[in-house]
Nanobody, 114 residues
């Protein structure tokens, strides 16, 4: 059964913005949820995480530009991405933190290009 569904990706110019959404099933929605990203030739990276209470963590590469949020009542996690750079190009996934044995969704492609 599908437990994680990411959406909102697309093509955007450098400096632009996108808002990603993640719908998680109640069975997988965790105290720690995060957005991961992976580009060809790179290791999967935890870009941002958020606790049930709203405490956040950001990778240095996105700090100050990305903002993670969650709606516990709706089992939704969001990632607001501003001031996008070409190096942000990747497939973005949401999942628990750590991912552990949780299955990955299909991800959503973000392409930043002029």
């Amino acid at each position: 059964q599908v437990q994680l569904v990411e959406s909102g990706g697309g093509l955007v110019q450098p400096g632009g913005s996108l808002r990603l959404s993640c719908a998680a099933s109640g069975s997988i929605f965790s105290i720690y949820m995060g957005w991961y990203r992976q580009a060809p030739g790179k290791q999967r990276e935890l870009a941002a995480q958020i606790t049930n209470g709203g405490a956040t963590y950001y990778a240095d590469s996105v700090k100050g530009r990305f903002s993670i949020s969650r709606d516990n009542a709706k089992n939704m996690v969001y990632l607001q991405m501003n001031s996008l750079k070409p190096e942000d190009t990747a497939v973005y996934y949401c999942n628990t933190v750590p991912a552990g044995r949780s299955m990955w969704g299909q991800g959503t492609q973000v392409t930043v290009s002029s």
